[in-house]
T-cell receptor, first 116, second 116 residues
């Protein structure tokens, strides 16, 4: 099955700096890579996703890049703000009896702290 | 506003008790999931359901069972709670797409279960 590795486990940046979180995956057939943000006391929430037919996607201060050859994808947050402090999870599709769609394997998470 | 609601935020149970965790979604989603979240391990899939009365084991199903009698409700059952099942439990739902289908997963706020 799919194996997703995520680094770093913790990341501390100064407000206004950029933050980068990286994930690798094992299944070359994977075609969908979402990123979730989990704030304290809440469930994870999708912030951006990318499909394998594009190499980069941006949404304001957040971008995701995908390198299919190397099987890795990264989350980039620019001009970080205190409200970006949270746990971030990457994910990739997980194959299963129902054909693989809709289930995800998650990375182990990155605790991002944006310091004033 | 889309919503996945878990019946309890915090739960304390005794070893050997039968525990029910309830989850309800109001988005008419076909897919529902139960994940377990532990520090350093990310989110691990316990069970998945893609239709009423249909279920599929995830990565860590041992000691758990599920019930989906109605489309909007997915229950996680700990047959005989043990201390190693102390964890955060997250329910999620997503829309089913037959082809190329990975869609956003919406999470509940989580249930922190302590087994003493």
């Amino acid at each position: 099955g799919e194996n997703v590795e995520q680094h770093p486990s913790t990341l501390s940046v100064q407000e206004g700096d950029s933050a980068v979180i990286k994930c690798t995956y094992s299944d070359s057939a994977s075609n969908y890579f979402p990123w979730y943000k989990q704030e304290l006391g809440k469930g994870p929430q999708l912030i951006i996703d990318i499909r394998s037919n594009v190499g980069e996607k941006k949404d304001q201060r957040i971008a995701v890049t995908l390198n299919k050859t190397a099987k890795h994808f990264s989350l980039h947050i620019t001009e970080t703000q205190p409200e970006d402090s949270a746990v971030y999870f990457c994910a990739a599709p997980k194959r299963g009896l129902t054909g693989g769609g809709n289930k995800l394997t998650f990375g182990t998470g990155t605790q991002l702290k944006v310091e004033l | 506003d889309v919503k996945v609601t878990q019946s309890s935020r915090y739960l304390v149970k005794r070893t050997g008790e039968k525990v029910f965790l309830e989850c309800v979604q109001d988005m008419d989603h076909e897919n529902m999931f139960w994940y377990r979240q532990d520090p350093g391990l990310g989110l691990r899939l316990i069970y998945f359901s893609y239709d009423v009365k249909m279920k599929e084991k995830g990565d860590i199903p041992e000691g758990y069972s599920v019930s989906r009698e109605k489309k909007e409700r997915f229950s996680l059952i700990l047959e005989s709670a043990s201390t190693n099942q102390t964890s955060m439990y997250l329910c999620a739902s997503s829309l089913y797409i037959r082809v190329g289908g990975n869609t956003e997963a919406f999470f509940g706020q989580g249930t922190r279960l302590t087994v003493v």
